[in-house]
């Protein structure tokens, strides 16, 4: 008796709202649903592709409901094995976030940029 190779969902691209990805370590096409905040949001069309058994094409249309301020993650599961996720960051809370770790960035880069500097000169 094998053991089941484990299933493998890798994101292969996003686009136009449009997220697709491969499947691996199945013989069979399973269903995949994506849920936001605990809710089924939308089902993945799955298929499999030609010339490698054991594996599928993933392909989703996030609905816009994705798209709200702050940050959104979009969990692809197959019942309860979480499989892949979808982080989705917009809107203006994000901005301030953001603003400051850019800033917080660049008085780091000041403070080891002044070190690098005194150190050189000896």
């Known amino acids: ?34 849920s936001l905040d605990g809710a089924v949001i939308a089902e993945a069309e799955v298929a499999p592709l030609a010339g490698q058994p054991g594996s599928f094409a993933v392909r989703l249309a996030l609905p816009a409901t994705v798209l709200s301020d702050g940050v959104q993650t979009v969990l692809l599961h197959s019942g309860e094995t979480v499989l892949a996720k979808v982080t989705i960051m917009a809107g203006s809370p994000l901005d301030d976030d953001l603003r400051a770790e850019i800033g917080l960035l660049r008085a780091e880069l000041d403070l080891l940029k002044r070190a690098f500097q005194r150190q050189s000169r000896g």
């Open 1 to 34: 008796m094998t053991a089941a190779s484990p299933l493998s969902l890798t994101q292969t691209s996003l686009s136009a709202g449009r997220w697709e990805g491969v499947l691996t370590g199945s013989s069979d096409i399973i269903p995949i649903s994506a």
